[in-house]
């Protein structure tokens, strides 16, 4: 298991388009994968789970990844989550 605490840098932060875009992303891996902000978590795999917890710009989370393609789900997780843009 890898836990990482990560400042969001996208501008829009996990809303609608870059939620989508992070999901995607999420679900391309075999892990399991959790987002947690301030006392709530959610799947990162859950739009609804990730759109509940509210997250800005600017905001500081815990990523948390746990499965055999840990290592590449968390560099490229944090990659998306750390760029300013919300390409694919």
Do not use: P, Y
């Not at 891996?29 to 795999?45: D, P």
């Not at 710009?57 to 760029?83: C, F, N, P, Q, R």
């Amino acid at each position: 298991m890898i836990t990482k605490e990560i400042t969001i840098k996208n501008k829009t932060g996990l809303q609608s388009k870059s939620a989508a875009v992070f999901i995607h992303k999420a679900t391309s891996f075999k892990s399991s994968i959790w987002i947690e902000k301030e006392e709530r978590k959610a799947n990162a795999k859950s739009l609804l789970g990730l759109l509940s917890l509210g997250i800005d710009d600017g905001s500081k989370v815990i990523l948390t990844v746990e499965g055999e393609d840990e290592e590449i789900a968390v560099k490229e997780l944090e990659e998306h989550l750390v760029s300013e843009t919300d390409d694919v």
